[in-house]
């Protein structure tokens, strides 16, 4: 059991704070969103709203895990470096190098995946949506906002990556939070004033606007200090960061197929209504397993640093707390759920039906709480700079991909759920944790992912 006096400490912890408003902001904010997305659009609109936000989501092609090596490779260069009142790294030249050579690539990187995505989301969202009816539903416009500034945030990731490497995760997540707010103060006005289907876009640029203006005043000085000195020119991406992110990227591209095909799949199968039940759903789903992750993604960089230092103990000790608070908030965030949806009917609100009924909700809670687990402990593994879950990954994706589309196309949302939740919660999650179990041991003892494989 957690020491009561030790929890309070945590839960005062600054990082955690602004972590869970980050993270709690977008539930909050949801409700207001939900209230006027119910009020100002159609049930058809509503569908093609979270179908644009789930095809944007397709940003991890694009990106294929770059970030999170990022806060990796840069949180076991910190071990040698420290940083100043106005963000300036001091310390050991050579690791000061390495920080500016990762942080060079990684601005190359994306600001080619940046431009790809613009080209691809659009062509390839406009196909897709073409295919379908519009039902008098003008969305090229809207969808081509979308895209370019859903294109335009991709450049801000390698930014954000390396301020939680560098243990800033107090300045990541008021990035986060300032553009959350900005965003949907956007969304809400443009709802609110009849801009239908534009808001997604309007929000997005807003979003991208205001964050940019956080990050690049209140961190100039690191950012212009590791773009302007002479940077490692000997890191080897293919020797060093790739054998990382093609693990990680592959995972990611994944858990796409995993977290995000539920709406478009709805789309095809029953139309933008049942799209728009599935997408709502799913978002409140996903804000509770978002503010429950805060408690383990707040120690990656730290479980770096343990792990650089090889102090074990320490290392499993914030891992089994940050798991504990994080498992334990999906838990409650599910039970308050259900709560709210079995209320909802007697209020006499319409928003009651755009939302899948409870007994269908609850296969995406259940998957949710098993995804919980699974992420708690792919978080302490890839401290480790490796990525042992990828097979595991990619084997649940088609498994998750395969199983849902044909439950859809044949039992509609329930058989879709019901997929979902048996392939996650009794294949994926005790195979994941035995890796887990086998895996851990190998690293202690030096070994990297690829000759622990």
């Not at 897709?128 to 895209?147: A, C, D, K, M, R």
């Not at 792990?307 to 914030?318: G, H, K, N, P």
């Not at 089994?320 to 409650?332: E, N, R």
């Amino acid at each position: 059991m957690l020491d009561l006096r030790h929890l309070v400490r945590r839960l005062c912890n600054p990082t955690i704070l602004l972590g869970m408003a980050s993270k709690i902001w977008p539930a909050v904010a949801g409700l207001m969103t939900l209230y006027l997305i119910t009020s100002k659009f159609s049930p058809v609109q509503q569908g093609y709203h979270v179908t644009f936000q789930n095809l944007v989501s397709m940003s991890v092609f694009f990106e294929l895990g770059l970030s999170q090596v990022v806060v990796q490779f840069v949180s076991h260069e910190m071990v040698d470096v420290r940083l100043g009142r106005l963000g300036k790294p001091a310390g050991n030249p050579q690791a000061i190098a390495r920080l500016a050579g990762i942080a060079h690539f990684a601005s190359r990187w994306f600001l080619v995946a940046s431009v790809a995505m613009a080209v691809l989301l659009t062509l390839g969202g406009s196909l897709f949506f073409s295919s379908q009816p519009s039902e008098n539903i003008h969305w090229t416009g809207p969808w081509l906002l979308v895209s370019l500034a859903a294109s335009v945030d991709l450049l801000l990731l390698p930014s954000e990556a390396l301020l939680q490497g560098c243990d800033r995760f107090v300045d990541a997540y008021t990035y986060r939070l300032g553009r959350n707010v900005a965003g949907s103060i956007a969304l809400w006005t443009t709802m609110a004033s009849g801009g239908g289907l534009w808001s997604a876009g309007v929000a997005l640029c807003v979003s991208c606007v205001v964050g940019a203006t956080i990050l690049f005043s209140r961190h100039r000085g690191l950012f212009l200090t590791l773009m302007r000195c002479a940077h490692d020119r000997s890191i080897d991406w293919k020797r060093e960061m790739l054998p990382l992110q093609w693990r990680i990227g592959l995972s990611w591209l994944s858990g796409y197929f995993i977290f995000s095909m539920f709406t478009p799949l709805a789309f095809h199968f029953q139309g933008a209504v049942a799209a728009g039940k599935v997408g709502l759903t799913l978002s409140l789903v996903n804000m509770i397993s978002a503010i429950s992750m805060t408690w383990s993604e707040s120690r990656q960089s730290r479980f770096g640093t343990l792990i650089a230092s090889r102090r074990w103990r320490e290392l499993d000790q914030a891992a089994i707390q940050g798991g504990f608070l994080s498992i334990g908030t999906a838990v409650l965030g599910a039970c308050a759920l259900f709560v709210l949806m079995a209320l909802l009917p007697y209020t006499g609100l319409t928003i009651a039906s755009r939302f899948l009924p409870p007994e269908h909700m609850a296969f995406f809670v259940g998957t949710m709480l098993s995804n919980c687990v699974i992420f708690v402990e792919a978080v302490y593994l890839r401290a480790h700079k490796a990525e042992p879950f990828v097979w595991l990954s990619v084997g649940n994706a088609v498994l998750v991909a395969s199983t849902i589309t044909i439950g859809e196309a044949f039992y509609g949302t329930v058989g879709m759920g019901l997929a979902y939740f048996l392939s996650t919660a009794l294949v994926i999650l005790p195979i994941g944790t035995m890796i887990m179990m086998r895996f851990r041991g190998a690293y202690r003892h030096g070994m990297t992912a690829t000759a622990a494989e």
